[in-house]
């Protein structure tokens, strides 16, 4: 079987000329100068050579020039209707595709070339505008990789789409595993290998793809954009429960059906507020604390039940607060850390908490617990075999600490800390295991698609597939084994609709719609993978 290798940015820089030399017995040698001086993209159709695009001082280029090997000559060929360098070449099917580059601003455009007419063709732009990214093909599609679309290449990204020419459309696929600038790929047997490349410093990594076992699936979007939100899983039904978008927020409910990928509205809630904690028993649905502006935070607490679509007051909570996390252990709903304001109506601040409340649906009640021992907010929690374990956060610093609650004992125990730092995250169980995603780290961008395991019973943290779209403030649930990340927002945009799918390799588990898998719904975060 032939196989294609694509060279994602040839960029040959030399004053004055510039030189094709190619290989012979060990040894190069020297060839005939290609007639336009520039730095370009090249690749190779039916034995010829092709330079295409690129820049020199003297400006940006639209030139296609095609080099014999065999008689050492190069001849003129049919301008790319779009001026451009540092884009990537691919070629498929004899055709030449030319992806993405930059010309003042970083570009969509994708447009194929026949080398037997000597003819462009306009084709579907590439979703994600950007340059210095690399190309490959594999079984009839075209993989596009990396790069960036900041003029100062902050940020970039580790985004990958697949072209298929048939339909002529594209497909969001699965990030790499670290963004990467100018690097370089290459198909072999079916697998793409992204090598070297530039964040920070120079690469030496190489990443391999395999395109068949792709690891994530895109859902439908949330009717509602949103962020802020909180979710809750209830008989393999999803519901995303209140949050904002961008400043007013929301008391909308939705809820998700992943079997049909489909939305449904439902019943408004009675409050509208972000950052509420919310958490499922007796397959009611509660929705506690939050925020219903940027200087208050609420006590209330209020049911929905999913059979008669309708909302009850109950019990307040003691303590109003905002972004803290909640968590169920034998029907008990746990609430955890959080921020309160300080200050006054001239200036407010809100600062982490270390207070645990219990809530009794059965008797409306609530009750003091021990105090975590590290205050924060913004964190996420989850039970796993009757503990709950506390990950994350922030309270003036960015945290990666966990600590497990024995609800039991009312005693909280040091475990080992998360890989990283976050906070604004989400975090769920499945089978027994912890995983956490999304958020904002310390990070170019300030958000993180990192998404890690927690294995309780080991004690051990694992690098998992991360998330394709970096983002905070997100909601999650888990139903049928896979975790569904639904809204949120990022440096692109102020609320998000976008619904991403994990499959963690468990059909048949979902800790977290049960009393003691309930994952921890602050207001967002986790990540999906297919």
């Known amino acids: 079987m032939k196989h294609i290798f694509s060279t994602g940015l040839a960029i040959l820089l030399i004053f004055g000329s510039i030189s094709a030399c190619l290989a012979e017995a060990g040894k190069w040698t020297k ?15 039916n034995g010829k050579i092709y330079a295409i ?3 020199h001082w003297n400006g940006v280029f639209t030139t296609v020039e095609e080099y014999d090997p065999a008689t050492d000559t190069w001849k003129k060929k049919a301008d790319m209707p779009t001026a451009r360098y540092c884009l990537s070449a691919c070629v498929l099917n004899g055709k030449i595709y030319a992806v993405g580059g930059l010309s003042w601003v970083a570009l969509s455009a994708f447009e194929e070339y026949d080398p037997v ?3 462009w063709t306009k084709k579907a732009d590439m979703p994600t505008p950007r340059y210095g990214l690399c190309t490959a093909a594999v079984n009839g599609k075209i993989y596009a990789i990396g790069g960036t679309g900041a003029a100062d290449w902050n940020p970039i990204v580790k985004t990958v789409e697949e072209y298929d020419p048939a339909t002529d459309k594209w497909t969001e696929k699965t990030d790499m595993p670290k963004a990467v600038l100018f690097a370089d790929s290459t198909a072999v047997s079916g697998m793409i290998y992204v090598i070297g490349g530039f964040n920070a410093e120079s690469l030496s990594t190489v990443y391999e793809y395999d395109p068949k076992l792709d690891e994530w699936a895109q859902r439908s979007d949330i009717p509602t954009k949103r962020y802020q939100l909180s979710t809750c899983a209830v008989s393999d039904m999803i519901y995303a429960i209140g949050g904002r978008s961008f400043i007013a927020p929301l008391p909308t409910l939705e809820e998700y059906d992943p079997l049909t990928d489909k939305w449904t509205k439902k019943e408004d ?3 509208a507020r972000f950052i509420v904690s919310s958490a499922s028993v007796n397959g009611k649905i509660y ?13 209330t607490v209020e049911e929905y039940d999913p059979t008669t679509g309708t909302w009850t007051r109950k019990a307040d909570i003691p303590t109003a607060r905002l972004l803290a996390s909640a968590c169920v252990v034998n029907g008990k709903i746990y609430v955890i850390g959080g921020a309160i304001g300080r200050g006054d ?4 601040w809100w600062a982490g908490i270390s207070t645990v409340e219990e809530y009794d649906p059965a008797t409306d009640k609530w009750a003091k617990k021990a105090d975590m021992p590290t205050a924060r907010e913004c964190l996420s929690t989850c039970a796993v075999n009757g503990r709950i374990y506390a990950i994350g956060g922030f309270s003036y610093g960015i945290f990666s600490t966990v600590e497990e609650y024995d609800p039991a004992t009312d005693t909280w125990a040091k475990r080992k800390d998360m890989p990283t730092k976050r906070c604004n995250f989400a975090a769920s169980a499945v089978n027994g295991k912890i995983y956490a995603v999304g958020g904002e780290a310390n990070t170019p961008t300030g958000f993180t698609s990192v998404l890690e395991e927690y294995d309780p019973v080991k004690d051990e943290w694992a690098k998992k597939a991360d998330m394709p779209t970096a983002r905070s403030k997100i909601a999650c649930s888990a139903v049928n084994g896979k975790l569904y990340v639904i809204g949120g927002y990022n440096e692109k945009s102020p609320a998000i609709s976008l619904v991403e799918e994990y499959d963690t390799g468990f059909p048949d588990m979902t800790t977290s719609v049960n009393a003691e898998g309930k994952m921890p719904l602050t207001w967002g975060e986790i990540k999906n993978r297919h």
Do not use: H
């Open 287 to 299: 929705a506690i604390g939050g925020a219903p502006d940027f200087v208050s935070a609420l006590s």
């Open 269 to 271: 809630m009675p409050t």
């Open 31 to 45: 060839k005939t100068d290609m007639p336009t001086a520039r730095y370009c993209s090249v690749c190779e159709v």
């Open 53 to 55: 695009g690129g820049s």
């Open 117 to 119: 007419e000597d003819r």
């Open 345 to 348: 109506q001239n200036c407010v």
